[in-house]
């Protein structure tokens, strides 16, 4: 098993290698020891190693984060002075950062820990970000929880009259008192009265306990850490002929241009990319890297025995595994936190079942398939959809591609004409040469549904029988679109080749998942299910993760005018 990192994974003509200047790779490089200081204690060197990283002379990706980083370092070392003082140049150099919630926060920890009380509070009231509510008050409760003078604790409440937590504190404070005033009694339940303090917060043992910022976790370290785990076979490799797992390095090129646009939205990303085959022995070396234990999504891998191995280590992980090419909806059932990039065959074949069931009054159904385990199992599960709509199955049959071998043994259908027929074929040749033996019978009225692979779209010009076909294509690349012009041209330009579909699907599935990550960090699963992002934001049909871990799109297409679109437009 071989580790290929991607700052040596060069890719030319379909092995497309990043180009990253050479001062942004040394600041990176800088970034990464200085963090690996502050991972390891040793403050005082990370805080050596990140200064130079913070000099205005010194623009990369990483320039906030160093001044955190420093702020923060300083901050364990009770240097507070230069921590406060770093981090007021971050914030005035970074005003927009999108971490400057994190900022306002060790800046109040900052300023709680040197006594200064009332600017500590306004910073921390300054903080937007709910998913800080605990902390904040964990940290109010730490450097204010030892106040028991009423006094003092009735003018911070006065001061800050909305501040929930400082309310908090006061009505423990004089709920827990041995002796009270009357006075004071009637404060405590005004207090209870406009904040609706429930039972566990009223009773003071059980309130926060946290001193220091929020934890060094896979969500504040500056960027996100993505293996991608593909077929690549360098030991095959060969720039003389095009390789039979080409679809990894399209699908690889694909995530190298989307880091790219992600870096413009300040979303940063490292990709990893590890050959992985069929081996399980040798996805066990990858899972015990220490790197690989950092990742924060895992992309692949494609076939079984590695995949075994993975799931199993990410499903006990904070990490995100995505399959971006399978349709098989049992992968779901390993772990939680593992999605597929397409909708599984059942989904795709229940989608069509519901359109083909709106074209024609009639029950039905022929149903022929090609040679591959994919065509049969999507024919099955077809059949199953349409039965359980109340239809019937007059015909399941495997097909050959050729015209003759059709025109042989496809019925003429004279007196059983079925209310329509589907196909579900992988070789390219068996669709045209279906249509075509149907309209020699004059039955050219008569509905079909086919996967788009039945078709090659080049030599059967499909767009001819649109009136009458349906197509499940959930990668139905619509060339008409502007951003996908827009990234032919930049994919040309870099690789001197234009995309395949795999380049599409590399590209849409990183920008996705990392958008998603980035927002809502461990709270992916409630981004997902809040809404579907449609084809509009993508180059391919978008993403719809609402109901399942399988990506929900519309499948079935129809043809409009001049194009295909999904059927739900």
Do not use: C
């Amino acid at each position: 098993m071989r580790v290929i990192f991607l700052l040596i994974l060069m890719i030319q003509v379909g092995f497309y290698g990043t180009s990253v200047g050479q001062n942004t790779q040394q600041a990176e490089a800088k970034y990464k020891t200085a963090l690996g200081d502050y991972k390891q204690s040793r403050y005082a060197a990370a805080m050596e190693k990140f200064y130079p990283l913070t000099s205005v002379n010194v623009k990369t990706a990483y320039s906030p984060y160093a001044h955190y980083y420093y702020a923060l370092s300083a901050y364990q070392l009770k240097r507070y002075r230069e921590s406060r003082q770093m981090l007021l140049q971050l914030q005035s150099r970074y005003p927009g950062w999108n971490k400057i919630n994190d900022v306002y926060y060790l800046l109040g920890a900052v300023n709680l820990a040197s006594g200064q009380v009332n600017d500590g509070l306004d910073y921390l009231a300054k903080i937007k970000d709910s998913s800080l509510n605990k902390d904040v008050q964990a940290l109010k409760q730490h450097h204010l929880g030892g106040i028991h003078d009423l006094v003092k604790l009735k003018d911070l409440q006065k001061r800050y009259d909305s501040d929930r937590d400082i309310a908090l504190m006061l009505y423990q404070t004089i709920q827990s008192s041995p002796s009270v005033a009357q006075g004071d009694l009637k404060y405590a339940e005004q207090l209870d009265k406009e904040f609706r303090f429930n039972k566990k917060e009223k009773i003071a043992d059980e309130a926060p306990k946290r001193s220091a910022p929020r934890s060094d976790t896979q969500w504040t370290k500056g960027y996100l850490d993505v293996a991608v785990l593909l077929p690549f076979r360098l030991d095959e490799f060969s720039t003389s002929k095009r390789r039979s797992n080409q679809f990894a390095y399209d699908y690889y090129l694909g995530l190298t241009i989307a880091k790219e646009q992600l870096q413009t939205e300040g979303i940063n990303v490292n990709l990893w990319a590890y050959d992985v085959v069929n081996d399980a022995n040798g996805m066990k070396t990858i899972v015990d890297n220490k790197n690989f234990q950092l990742s924060d999504m895992v992309i692949g891998p494609l076939y079984a025995g590695s995949f075994e191995v993975t799931a199993d280590f990410v499903s006990n992980s904070n990490a995100i595994m995505l399959n971006p090419l399978s349709t098989d909806a049992n992968l779901l059932k390993s772990g939680r936190n593992i999605y597929l990039g397409h909708p599984s065959i059942n989904f795709q074949t229940q989608k069509a079942a519901q359109w083909m069931r709106t074209l024609s009054p009639g029950l039905s159904a022929v149903i022929y398939y090609g040679n591959t385990s994919k065509d049969s199992a999507m024919a099955a599960s077809y059949a199953s959809e349409w039965k359980n709509k109340g239809g019937k199955v007059t015909i399941m049959s495997k097909i050959q591609s050729d015209r003759e071998w059709l025109e042989g043994n496809i019925p003429s259908f004279e007196t059983n004409k079925p209310a329509h027929i589907a196909l579900f074929s992988s070789d390219g040749e068996s669709g045209g040469n279906l249509m075509e033996v149907l309209n020699g019978r004059k039955l050219n009225t008569l509905p079909v549904l086919a996967t788009s692979t039945s078709f090659n779209n080049q030599q059967s010009r499909v767009s001819r029988y649109g009136a009458r076909l349906s197509l499940i294509d959930p990668d139905y690349v619509d060339r008409e679109k502007e951003n996908i012009r827009q990234f032919q041209k930049s994919y040309y330009n870099k690789t001197s080749t234009f995309p395949s579909v795999y380049s599409y699907q590399g590209y849409d599935q990183l920008l996705f998942f990392a958008r998603m990550l980035s927002k809502y960090k461990d709270k992916l699963p409630d981004g997902l299910q809040a809404r579907k992002y449609g084809s509009e934001e993508y180059l391919l049909s978008g993403f719809d993760y609402t109901k399942a871990n399988e990506n929900q799109i519309t499948p079935v297409l129809k043809y409009s005018g001049s194009k295909w679109v999904p059927v739900d437009r």
